[in-house]
């Protein structure tokens, strides 16, 4: 399951630039390293000399030719200032100057002016942490309400036949997502998957009922998130509701969706209807099935701000870069940063 060799492939010697904020971490010097080394992208490390200090010490290598910045030392600080505070009249420059001085909202900053193509954090700061530095600083993309996460699952001998990849989403954001949230969810999935996966993307929402065998509040908010996404993307191929193996089981569709159907059987993104099926499902594919589970990644920003666990291996975190990385304009890294 090499997908990841194939996307270095695709991205190396591209000089794609990404800003990792947490460079007090050792874990962020090796990953940094790596890449650049393979020439995967060209890494911007943030964080108070000394710290950055430790850091390569304990990781035992070098941040040669890589670009090392200190927000509170920046001469870029009062432009990102001056850019925050545009928009805000509820925002001081002394606030401004505050927020942008800690290293994730710098990062982030960067990426709003195209100082570096993407940010990556998450290792030494929560998840709502990271979420909120990208809406405060890039903003969601255009329609969408509502940022959200997925996961890449690569499914070893799937059906017998080969591994395949699947878009696995919501599994680490949104508790209880509303019919509304739930459509943002899928449509921001489904230009996930159009980045990544070889194929159109073909949406699924899950329930434990497959086109009315059942009925619920649960039941309802699924059907109403499909028609809502079919209203904002009537060209999408998006149905529910599904139970999970009328969604990936053709044989099973095949008996239990009597109406034709783009997605039944044949689904690519699988959308759960909240957070408890989609974090309990991605573990049990992973550990279960042996499946190699990427992520997760958020989605649904104007420019793309990526979440890593807390507990990435220098391993996760290239591996993460190097998907986020595959999903950026073929413009990124055209330009000197």
Not at 139 to 145: I, M, N, R
Not at 233 to 262: C, M, N, T, Y
């Amino acid at each position: 399951m090499d997908i990841i060799g194939s996307f270095k492939k695709k991205v190396r010697g591209k000089g794609i630039s990404v800003v990792f904020p947490e460079g007090s971490d050792e874990r962020i010097i090796q990953a940094a390293r790596i890449l650049k080394d393979q020439d995967i992208a060209q890494p911007i490390v943030l964080g108070k000399p000394d710290q950055v200090k430790a850091a390569i010490e304990t990781a035992g290598v070098t941040l040669d030719g890589i670009k090392t910045i200190d927000p509170r030392q920046s001469d870029k600080l009062d432009v990102y200032v001056e850019k925050y505070i545009e928009a805000r009249v509820d925002v001081t420059a002394g606030m401004a100057r505050r927020i942008l001085m800690r290293p994730l909202f710098y990062a982030a900053m960067m990426v709003a002016c195209d100082d570096a193509d993407t940010a990556i954090g998450g290792v030494a700061s929560a998840t709502a942490t990271v979420i909120q530095a990208a809406v405060l600083t890039v903003g969601l993309a255009p329609g969408v309400k509502t940022p959200s996460s997925y996961f890449l699952m690569v499914i070893p001998n799937f059906l017998a036949a080969e591994d395949k990849p699947f878009i696995y989403a919501d599994c680490a954001v949104n508790v209880d997502p509303t019919a509304e949230q739930l459509a943002d969810i899928a449509l921001t999935s489904a230009a996930s998957a159009a980045r990544i996966l070889d194929e159109e993307p073909r949406v699924a929402l899950l329930s434990f009922s497959t086109k009315g065998s059942a009925s619920s509040s649960s039941v309802d908010k699924v059907k109403e998130a499909v028609e809502i996404a079919r209203s904002r993307r009537p060209e999408l191929a998006i149905d529910g509701e599904f139970q999970a193996d009328s969604a990936i089981v053709p044989g099973v569709a095949a008996k239990k969706v009597k109406d034709d159907s783009p997605v039944a059987g044949k689904a690519n993104v699988i959308i759960f209807p909240n957070l408890d099926a989609g974090n309990i499902a991605y573990k049990l594919t992973q550990y279960m099935a042996g499946a190699q589970a990427i992520g997760p990644f958020l989605q649904g920003f104007a420019k793309p701000i990526t979440d890593l666990s807390r507990g990435a291996s220098v391993d996760d975190i290239v591996s993460t870069t190097v998907l986020t990385l595959i999903q950026l304009p073929t413009t990124a890294g055209a330009k000197m940063k």
